[in-house]
């Protein structure tokens, strides 16, 4: 069965959405980047190209305002920041090709290009608006910020009315060519019922778009080529970074940009294909949209003080666990609950009982009857045919749902097999099969094992990416080399027969789970 990929080297160019440097990483952060590198390395493993690439947002008001704070240059700060996020990438074993800060000269080149030929066009322009300021808080206010009663809570002390001049790029006019993008490309925004929410929000017409913040309230930022006395807006300078990175690579357009669903619209389903499409360049192939996570059924955030907590788990469970967990337990579009519960859940029995076990069972009976080398099948009766069926079935139902970024979905077929393997040992009862002086049973032995084996290295080998140390571990230990490519390999086949395994191996040792402090 093959996975259906042609093995060809098509590039495939993967984003995740940049960070703010403006805290500490949380399971937010730590599970995209979990689900885009399973993408990747599944990708690459299905014999494409892939280019993976993650980054850090450093501009913007809140990080010049942390910078000030702490009365360190902003600069400073986003060093420090990214240090941070980059050591979270190295323990997730997130396998990116490529790290884009947009501090970077290489970036900032790329912004202001892009701002001077929107200007060059007339699609830029300046105006003024008059807002409600509130000058304790450093913000714009709306009629939204008020109270009931039509008041200014008090926060945001003394609100005066101020006019500013801006730059506005002429987002309005691409409104039309962006329904009729969205409606004649559905696998732009997956999955789909995003899909109709940004199609709802442009019903109602669009305002041009403010590019352009004075440096006399924001410096930390790119100054608009044109007029040295603003910089650029948070939001255009961060989404150009799926374009500055590649640039000068040829691996435009992204196949696809993987983002949370608050940040879907309006800023890439809107404001990115709009200024692509103002540019001449082609949109994103596709926005994989995923859903949020909370801890304990809470909002996962910094302020919850409950976020930080949950990547404790990386440290006590390893993070294969962790990445298992975040991709069985979230179903891609939806939102999720992290909890101590589930997760050893899912550690003890998925894991441990389930998979873990199994690996044992046959070290120990391989070691025990055939000195550690893993014999050839000889019966093969309909228990081994139905495995070997499930097999197949298995992997076209994980291909499936892959082939949408379905992960758990994918996962969730993978066990059953999984489970059809250890209910597969127990008819057989390989215990006792030993125990018999029958050369009926001794070749039902051979068979059982040697099943046994070649399902764990075909799990092994399509689980790589999910897991990818603890499959190298796998599938080393039943004397097989690490997986690293589906070619060929997902295929039932003898290629164990005669493998020496180890002794034995415990892929998902008792652990305790890190101490929970209390939310809020
Ligand atoms: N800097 C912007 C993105 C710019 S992309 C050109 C930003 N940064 S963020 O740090 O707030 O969020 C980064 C990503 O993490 C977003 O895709 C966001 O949806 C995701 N998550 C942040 N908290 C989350 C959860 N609690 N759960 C899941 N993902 C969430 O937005």
Redesign the pocket.
Known sequence: MSLGYSFMPSPFYIT?????AN?SP????A??KVLSDVISRHMRMGGRKVHFLTGL?EHGQKVQQTAQKRGVEPQVLVDEIAAVFKGMLGDLNISHDDYIRTTEPRHKKVVQGFLQQLFDQGLIYKGQKTDWYSTRQEQFLTDKDRAPDGSWPEIYGEVTQTTEENYYFKLTQFQPWLIEHIRSHPEFITPRFRQNQVLEFLKEPMNDLCISRPKTRLAWGIELPFDTSFVTYV?FD??T??YSAVADKGLWPADVH??????LSP??AVYWPCMLKALGIEPPRQLLV?????VNNQ???KSAGN?ADTLGFVASHGADAFRFYLCREMVVGQDADFSTITFENRYKADLGNNLGNLVNRLLNMVGRNYAGAIPAASADEELEQDLRRLWDDSVRKYAEAFAEYQVSHALEALWVFISAMNAYIEARAPWKLAKSADAADRARLDSCLAHVAEGLRLVGTLLTPVMPATCAKLLTNIGRPVAASFEGQLTWSAVCTGSNVAEKCILFPPVEAPQETSAT
């Open positions: 995740t959405a940049i960070d703010y805290g949380h399971l937010g952060h599970y995209e947002d939001w961060a989404l970074n799926y993987v983002i949370g669903k608050d940040i800023p890439h995923h859903g949020w996570w909370t909002k996962a955030s976020a």
